[in-house]
């Protein structure tokens, strides 16, 4: 099992669409183990996009990302990193296919609804640049066993 980092943009926030995306977690069965509010800071987001800094369009992502608070999650599962990903569709909501959650809500390749680690390697580092360990909490849905066959249960 692994943990997967997801951020409800400022866009999915200021459209109203938090409930529908969160909903679309907990059907699939992926677990909530850390949920919370804040607005990100330039230095946070320095840090989060640091593979972006140099490119023209950085200071129109911080302003974007600024814009409300978000929503910052921990989901946990088997694969999260990659089934969360396969959810949440290419960057760019105008090339992201339907049924994916850009391709569902979003026109824009900077406006695109959430953030999703990209691997489990930066899905450890982001889920500690946004959670304290007290904020992850490791219960267990009485659903499981009937989420996943056991051997999947690893
Ligand atoms: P990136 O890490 O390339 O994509 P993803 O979010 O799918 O992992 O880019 C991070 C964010 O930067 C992206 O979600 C939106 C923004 N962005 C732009 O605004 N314009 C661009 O041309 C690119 C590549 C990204």
Same mark, same amino acid.
């Given at each position: 099992?692994?943990?997967?980092?997801v951020?409800?943009?400022?866009?999915a926030?200021?459209?109203?669409? %938090?409930?529908? =995306?969160? @909903?679309?977690?907990?059907?699939?069965?992926l677990?909530?183990? +850390?949920?919370?509010?804040?607005?990100l /800071?330039?230095?946070?987001?320095r840090?989060?996009?640091?593979?972006?800094?140099d490119r023209?369009?950085?200071?129109?992502?911080?302003h974007?990302?600024?814009?409300?608070?978000?929503?910052?999650?921990?989901?946990?599962?088997?694969?999260a990193?990659? %089934?969360v990903r =396969?959810? @949440?569709?290419?960057t760019?909501?105008?090339?992201?296919?339907? +049924?994916?959650?850009r391709?569902?809500? /979003?026109?824009s390749?900077?406006?695109?609804?959430?953030?999703a680690?990209?691997?489990?390697?930066?899905?450890?580092?982001?889920?500690?640049?946004?959670?304290?360990?007290?904020?992850?909490?490791?219960?267990?849905?009485?659903?499981?066993?009937?989420?996943?066959?056991?051997a999947?249960?690893k």
């Amino acid at each position: 099992m692994e943990t997967s980092l997801v951020i409800l943009k400022p866009s999915a926030i200021l459209h109203g669409y %938090v409930g529908q =995306i969160i @909903t679309r977690f907990q059907q699939k069965g992926l677990v909530i183990r +850390g949920m919370k509010m804040m607005q990100l /800071s330039e230095e946070l987001l320095r840090e989060h996009y640091a593979h972006l800094v140099d490119r023209p369009f950085f200071p129109d992502l911080l302003h974007s990302m600024m814009a409300s608070p978000v929503i910052v999650m921990a989901l946990w599962g088997n694969d999260a990193v990659e %089934v969360v990903r =396969i959810m @949440t569709g290419a960057t760019n909501g105008r090339k992201a296919l339907p +049924g994916t959650i850009r391709g569902d809500f /979003s026109m824009s390749g900077q406006e695109n609804i959430i953030h999703a680690s990209d691997s489990p390697a930066n899905a450890e580092i982001e889920l500690k640049r946004f959670f304290s360990p007290d904020e992850i909490f490791s219960y267990l849905p009485t659903s499981l066993a009937y989420t996943y066959e056991p051997a999947e249960m690893k």
